[in-house]
């Protein structure tokens, strides 16, 4: 009876530790969004944050869940969309405002109801029909993203805000979207009040933001933002400057490697002409805790050979 | 039923013993899972850098009866270059396909440049048709990359495209058959004649008529879709007079009967060319399938199909090499 007694007691043991590795498994553990967002707040020199434009279009049609699914397969920490509002006021992802280039229809994206847009299938990169990719919703959107990837949202400023933060309270991700704009804090706030507490939301430095310093200093004062896009044509700009006070005070920079007047030249096709080194690595030298590409497999790789990235 | 205590116990510590075992199992499951990534990449990584040469490429193009299959990149490599230009042509070449497809054009001065649609629109910063263009203007511009942002890449020239490929990569030549007279040219003074294949749609005493002075120099291939009424016939009147060293098949439903003879094409001397690029070239056996299950491309293989034209050069590379179909 003793040994019997034993023996339950192992067993119990047993089943409790599994129970305890399943939890820290699922429940205990942060997802991958969680940890995203804790790179985002915290910024440090030893990870660098990789943002998809539009998806990884080279795989999928752009703006496609596909394209999504592809970035979070390959481990890109954002995934910056374009979202649009239909005729019965849906938000769809599109980048134009008609759909005549991504897709095998024509019209203004404001000109469809959802169930018509819906009937549509997007093209591929070389202009082709076939993909059978549908004009994903912002819901279904986040739906995919949820727990495993953040969301950065394009073409909302300053006009579909409120109906984004509707979907996202919906999906119960507001803490995986990035809302983002060039107006200054004066104005978001006059125009969506409280609402601005409740998201997450970056400033743009642009080229013709004037008065940069101040523009910085309001935002900082009234939101305290986790994050600033920034862009400058040349090394003498402005905006370039800003970039190490912005490291110093613990707020995460994003660079946009897309074309020259971004980076002042330092993008993705330098990539391919000069070497990695030359332009991903020279933003990270200079401060940059995110940078947004066109090719995010290879910049995935540059950054985990550079351990910058896991 | 019930059991002796004792055989009760014996059962439960035997019970105990394998609930700890497969515990320790799965966790070491788990550490498997994920190394399992990296090992895959590096495979891939290391096939791809095997050099072909040329030569290798032609003979495997004229032979019908070996199991390697020949794949085309359909307007290059447009995923991570613009679509025909230099650095798609780089890429295929670098990626280890066999052969590129690129469009042929000819401007208003009689220059032949690279380019798919009749007009620049789409895929350059410019606007108009290409043989409104004269050459030195059409070099101003620049093309766009996939999502229609300029880049600083030019439209090539077919002499460009063809020095690019020439000694590394098989040409096929979309839209020259009808201004194949200066095509050959400038593939006889770049030196490439015998990489390139040239494709139509016509009839054996039409191609014969209209095409008969290159049969001999460039590679010709008949294009049959095989729900014209008269596909079989064409087949016949090739296959008994001269047979080219490929058909290309465009095979709207999987279940035409036509299909059961690649077989026998292929004993024959000719290699059967089906395109994976859409649905209606395969009977719905497309890429885009493949991309979410590669294994459907088994239906090429299974029916004897030994070149490919797709837009995932890559997918189906990594497909034929674990197959032992591709170097």
Redesign the interface.
Same mark, same amino acid.
């Given at each position: 009876m003793k040994?019997?007694f034993k023996?339950?007691i192992?067993?119990f043991i047993?089943g409790i530790?599994?129970l305890l /590795?399943a939890q820290s498994n699922s429940g205990l553990e942060k997802s991958r969004a969680n940890i995203i967002l804790d790179h985002l707040k915290h910024p440090s020199k030893n990870y660098v944050l990789a943002v998809s434009? %539009?998806g990884n &279009?080279?795989?999928?049609p =752009?703006n496609s869940l /596909?394209a999504i699914q592809s970035c979070i397969d390959l481990g890109v920490d954002i995934v910056e969309i374009d979202v649009r509002l239909t005729k019965d006021g849906h938000l769809v992802l599109m980048?134009d405002k008609t759909v005549d %280039?991504t897709t095998n229809g024509k019209g203004k994206v404001s000109d469809f109801t959802l169930e018509e847009i819906k009937k549509l299938r997007l093209k591929?990169?070389?202009?082709?029909q076939?993909?059978?990719q549908q004009v994903p919703t912002l819901e279904e959107v986040m739906l995919l993203a949820k727990d495993k990837i953040m969301i950065n949202l394009d073409k909302v400023e300053g006009e579909t805000v409120r109906e984004a933060y509707g979907v996202l309270q919906k999906t119960a991700t507001v803490d995986q979207a990035i809302f983002k704009g060039r107006d200054s804090v004066e104005f978001m706030k006059n125009k969506y009040g409280k609402l601005m507490d409740s998201i997450i939301y970056m400033p743009i430095l642009i080229d013709n933001t004037k008065n940069p310093e101040k523009y910085v200093d309001d935002y900082n004062k009234e939101l305290s933002p986790i994050a600033y896009e920034v862009t400058f044509p040349t090394e003498d700009s402005n905006n370039f400057k800003l970039i190490s006070k912005l490291n110093k005070m613990g707020i995460t920079v994003l660079n946009i490697a897309? &074309?020259d007047a971004l980076v002042a030249g330092h993008t993705d =096709?330098m990539k391919?002409l000069n070497g990695a080194d030359t332009s991903w690595g020279w933003l990270v030298q200079h401060g940059a805790n995110g940078i947004m590409t066109?090719r995010p497999e290879e910049l995935l790789d540059y950054l985990r050979e550079k351990g910058l990235h896991n | 039923m019930e059991s002796h205590p004792l055989l009760k116990k014996r059962e439960m510590i035997r019970y105990s013993i394998m609930v700890l075992f497969s515990f320790f199992y799965l966790s070491s499951c788990n550490e498997k899972l994920e190394q399992n990534p990296n090992k895959k990449k590096e495979l891939v990584e290391t096939a791809e850098t095997t050099p072909v040469s040329i030569n290798q490429l032609i003979s495997n193009l004229e032979d019908s009866s070996n199991k390697d299959v020949i794949v085309v990149a359909h307007r290059g490599d447009w995923r991570n270059a613009p679509e025909n230009s230099l650095p798609a042509i780089q890429n295929c070449i670098d990626m280890g396909v066999d052969m590129v497809e690129i469009d042929v054009r000819e401007t208003k001065d009689g220059q032949l440049v690279i380019m798919h649609d009749e007009t620049i629109d789409r895929t350059t910063n410019g606007k108009g048709r290409v043989k409104d263009w004269t050459l030195d203007s059409l070099k101003t511009l620049v093309l766009r990359d996939g999502i229609g942002h300029v880049t600083t890449i030019k439209i090539p020239t077919l002499e460009e495209a063809l020095l690019k490929s020439k000694g590394k990569i098989l040409v096929n030549l979309d839209k020259s058959y009808d201004i194949f007279d200066q095509c050959f040219e400038v593939a006889k003074k770049t030196g490439t004649l015998n990489q390139i294949v040239i494709k139509g749609k016509k009839e054996l005493e039409a191609v014969q008529k209209e095409f008969g002075k290159y049969l001999d120099s460039v590679f010709f291939m008949p294009m049959i879709n095989l729900n014209d009424s008269e596909a079989e016939n064409i087949l016949n009147a090739y296959l008994n007079k001269k047979i080219p060293v490929a058909f290309e098949f465009t095979i709207p439903q999987d279940t035409i009967g036509l299909i059961k003879r690649f077989s026998e094409i292929r004993q024959k001397g000719a290699s059967v060319w089906v395109n994976s690029l859409w649905p209606e070239h395969n009977g719905g056996h497309d890429d885009e399938k493949a991309v979410i299950d590669n294994t459907v491309y088994d239906w090429f293989i299974e029916n004897h199909i030994d070149i490919i034209q797709t837009d995932r050069p890559k997918i189906l590379l990594d497909y034929l090499r674990k197959n032992n179909l591709h170097q």
């Open positions: 040994t019997y023996t339950c192992l067993l047993i530790s599994n /590795q434009h %539009r &279009w080279r795989y999928a =752009e /596909q980048h %280039r591929n990169a070389c202009g082709v076939y993909s059978m897309l &074309w =096709e391919l066109d | -």
